[in-house]
């Protein structure tokens, strides 16, 4: 069983998918698996998926879902959900490209108490050094707001 489940859901990203596998294989936390579901493009990611697994170090530990049909977010995270082995489920979006001890910190973080039931990632602004969100929290008023946005990238360490 793997420590943690990465589920990527991919509608329409030809253009973003391989940058996101490439920045899965520079991971130094290695014990992972990918759930890529495929949510039934029309703009030719699955066989841009196909032909980089065909090459790509990822593709013993990547379970390539493929949909007929959209299900949208929801649904593809959900159909994920049914493939997924890990202790841990990390959400990524097909757009990301994460740093190299991305994993690495989400694990240690869960693991360092008992009581942590959910970590949110600092989210950077492609081609900048502001943040786009450090988590997400509510005021008292019940106000919806994204942590540190704006912000420069170094703000939370």
Not at 78 to 90: F, N, R, W
Not at 93 to 113: F, I, Y
């Amino acid at each position: 069983m793997p420590q943690a489940s990465l589920i990527i859901v991919n509608y329409n990203g030809k253009e973003w998918i391989i940058d996101c596998l490439r920045a899965l294989e520079r991971q130094l936390f290695k014990d992972f698996e990918i759930v890529l579901i495929e949510n039934g493009s029309l703009d030719g990611s699955l066989d841009r998926i196909r032909n980089y697994l065909g090459e790509s170090s990822l593709a013993p530990i990547v379970k390539l879902v493929t949909l007929d049909t959209n299900l949208g977010f929801a649904g593809g995270t959900a159909e994920g959900l049914k493939h997924a082995h890990g202790i841990y489920i990390a959400l990524l979006n097909n757009d990301t490209r994460p740093d190299g001890r991305w994993l690495e910190a989400l694990v240690k973080a869960m693991d360092s108490d008992p009581k942590i039931g959910i970590c949110a990632s600092k989210l950077i602004i492609f081609d900048t050094d502001l943040i786009d969100s450090a988590g997400d929290g509510f005021s008292t008023l019940l106000k919806g707001f994204k942590r540190g946005e704006g912000r420069g990238a170094s703000f939370y360490q």
